[in-house]
Each structure stands twice: as C-alpha cells, then as structure tokens.
C-alpha cells in the first residue's frame, strides 16, 4: 500500500500508519537502531493428500517443524492429515499485522480461489 502525506496508509480503513525501525535513546548518548522482527506468511502442502495450509509466524524453520513434528499430540488440521507438510510458497513483511492482514486475505474467498490456481494443480 501506498502512504499518503500525513502518514496513513492508502486503502486502510481504520488508518493504520506504517511503522518502520526508529533510532531510540539507549544508555549515555547512544543512539540504536529499533529491531523489528519480519513475520512470514506461509502455504504448506501435504505430500499425501495434497491438502493446502496457510499461516503466518515470525520463524518459518521452526514453525514447518512444529507442523511436521509426529510426537505433538494434538487435534488440528495439519495432524488430521498423514503425511508431511512442504512449505510451497512464502512472504516477508515488517509487521505481524501486515502478515495477519495477508493471511486473512489468503483465507478469503478470493485468496483461496488465488491458491488453489496457482498450486493445487502443482503435486
């Protein structure tokens, strides 16, 4: 999205501002560079049954794990599938809500129509 004059992202509706690392006041005189962690938005597919997943995290390594891990004992819908999971597509944002915002659009009619073209047909 664009940003406008003052700040706000164009489109937004609630006029979420784009936030980026700012230097900050650390100890006597040193200025430091604010870290922001980049959060990923992933689509994992399951060897077996082909099935799509998508989710957002801060660590992509760690969270393909956690979903491939057979020793979790649990009831969601990366377990109800047998099989592994294999990450076939991801993106980096700045900020968790930007990750949450795409997701949820993934997760929408016409992001699932978008993710069924371009890797149901891809086993």
């Not at 979420?16 to 005189?29: I, S």
Request: positive net charge; proline residues 2%; glycine residues 8%.
């Amino acid at each position: 999205m664009r940003e406008s004059e003052n700040g706000y992202k164009e489109g937004c509706t609630r006029g979420a501002k784009q936030f980026k690392a700012r230097p900050f006041l650390k100890g006597p005189g040193f200025f430091v560079e604010a870290f922001l962690m980049p959060y990923y938005i992933y689509i994992l597919r399951n060897e077996e049954s082909g099935a799509l997943y998508t989710g957002h995290t801060s660590d992509l390594d760690k969270r393909l794990a956690r979903h491939n891990d057979k020793s979790r004992i649990t009831k969601r819908y990366t377990k109800k599938h047998e099989g592994n999971w294999e990450l076939v597509h991801s993106e980096e944002y700045e900020t968790r809500s930007e990750a949450m915002q795409r997701e949820s659009f993934l997760k929408s009619g016409q992001g699932r129509k978008w993710i069924n073209i371009k890797f149901k047909g891809t086993r």
